[in-house]
């Protein structure tokens, strides 16, 4: 049997899979553990610079002497001052969350104070809702290659709300950094898969490659060859499953021999019982049709043909005495199977048939056209033959149409001879092409069938040609059966 899923296939898919699940809880505990460890950093380090830029406003307006509207009065200082300090992006909004300045930029700042830039129109605003909550908070963005953080927080100093300061930082070098971390461990967690895969796949096929072998060896004794042998030497289990499997097929082969003889026997017996049986019911039955053909004319009240008579008689002892001939080769049929074989002129043989079966035709307004003509020679057993030619023409009266005609034509074709025997069916069942020689089939009811008939003259038939080295076949078109023999020339 061909199984799909043997044992080194079910080793390599379970620990492909056992690992699969592994590699990707392990790439999620990592990707966590890294995103948890760059958002303290962020957090922690915009809380350094949330701390640093509350102290730095304080001192600047303690200094400066400022105070009111600080933010639209003199935030395009401020803003600038703490890029400068912090080297991050400064935004300043007022208590109501509108828009005032902006710096953004590198080494030199532009003060932007018309609208905000692209960068912060596609970034969240959530922190900014936050901060106008008076919270402090931060979001993460993702824009192309690039991770920027935004950090809002509102003012208060000495109580008084002057606003909401954001600071946006660009963190990508830290997040690129941790998707190489996770790339590089992904890829050292492969390479050591693929390693501990190569092993485990040697390994396993150690173990598989002689059960293999074992699969295989069974097999061929479940097929009959007896003489398979098996060598395997591991040193463990399966080398004592190879030694159990020597004992195994050792005591089968003598148990199969035991049966097999013992089948043999009752074969025998059966076939000589069958042989014996089918041969007393047809071959006995054969040379009467033709005596009780003429003895049925020559009862006749109006018969006065002595020629006619002469042959007759003729015809009588001629088959009587190939009758006790016969009685005598089925008495010794169970004892051999092997017939001398000799030259027969197959054409000269139906021609002679033909004349003595149209008697019976007669009977039923049918007609028995010969066409043989030209001598056909073949190696056979004539009494062997002259069953299945007035088999055949038997056949062809009772299954035949009343009024129609039976050719019957022998001929020769290369190497081969050829005996047709065709009629016109009364009712034809197309199960007939299918099973005519089987043994006790009758494909078709006809009113002329006689009794006792048990359906085996096909069947004897067959066994006799291909006793012959040749072949019977049936075949139908246009309501017209045609039995054809096939049997080697005369060499």
Not at 387 to 394: A, F, S
Request: glycine share 4%.
């Amino acid at each position: 049997m061909n199984r799909k899923w043997n044992i080194q296939r079910k080793f390599s898919v379970g620990f492909l899979l056992i690992f699969s699940i592994s590699l990707l809880l392990l790439n999620i505990f990592i990707s966590n553990m890294l995103n948890k460890n760059s958002e303290n950093i962020i957090r922690a380090e915009m809380e350094n610079m949330q701390q640093y830029s509350r102290e730095y406003i304080k001192q600047h307006l303690l200094l400066k002497n400022l105070s009111g509207d600080v933010f639209a009065d003199s935030g395009n200082i401020l803003v600038q001052e703490l890029s400068e300090n912090l080297r991050t992006n400064v935004t300043l909004y007022d208590q109501e969350g509108i828009f005032l300045y902006e710096t953004i930029g590198g080494k030199e700042y532009t003060i932007v104070n018309s609208k905000p830039s692209k960068l912060l129109e596609e970034s969240s605003d959530h922190d900014l809702a936050l901060a106008l909550d008076n919270k402090a908070a931060y979001t993460i963005n993702k824009m192309g290659n690039d991770w920027i953080v935004n950090f809002s927080y509102p003012l208060y100093i000495n109580g008084e709300h002057y606003g909401i300061i954001r600071l946006t930082k660009d963190y990508s070098t830290l997040f690129l950094s941790n998707q190489k971390v996770l790339t590089s461990l992904t890829l050292f967690t492969l390479v050591l898969f693929i390693v501990i895969f190569l092993f485990s796949y040697i390994l396993s096929r150690k173990i598989t490659k002689p059960l293999s072998k074992v699969t295989e060896a069974f097999s061929e004794v479940a097929q009959g060859q007896f003489n398979t042998k098996l060598q395997i030497n591991t040193g463990d289990e399966i080398e004592e499953l190879n030694d159990r499997f020597h004992e195994m097929k050792d005591q089968i082969k003598e148990q199969i021999a035991v049966i097999t003889a013992e089948k043999e026997k009752v074969e025998k017996l059966e076939k000589t019982r069958r042989e014996f049986f089918n041969n007393v019911t047809h071959e006995l039955k054969t040379p009467l049709t033709t005596i009780s053909g003429y003895s049925q004319i020559l009862s006749d009240e109006d018969f006065n043909d002595p020629t006619f008579l002469k042959k007759a008689a003729e015809r009588i002892k001629k088959e009587s005495d190939r009758l006790h001939q016969m009685v005598v080769e089925v008495i010794e049929l169970s004892k051999q199977t092997v017939y001398e074989m000799k030259m027969l002129d197959v054409a000269q043989i139906t021609k002679q048939l033909c004349e003595d079966m149209q008697m019976k035709a007669t009977k039923y307004n049918m007609t028995i056209t010969c066409k043989s003509k030209q001598p056909v020679f073949v190696k056979g057993v004539e009494n062997r033959f002259l069953e299945v030619i007035i088999n055949l023409l038997d056949n062809a009266i009772k299954y035949g149409e009343n009024h129609s005609t039976i050719i019957v034509n022998s001929f020769q074709k290369s190497t081969d001879a050829f005996i047709q025997v065709s009629n016109t069916c009364e009712s034809f069942n197309s199960s007939i092409l299918d099973n005519a020689f089987d043994p006790f089939y009758r494909g078709s009811k006809t009113t002329k069938e006689e009794k006792g008939s048990s359906g085996l003259g096909l069947y004897i038939c067959k066994q006799i040609i291909e006793e012959h080295g040749g072949s019977i076949s049936i075949e139908e078109q246009n309501g017209v059966i045609t039995f054809t023999i096939s049997l080697p020339l005369w060499q």
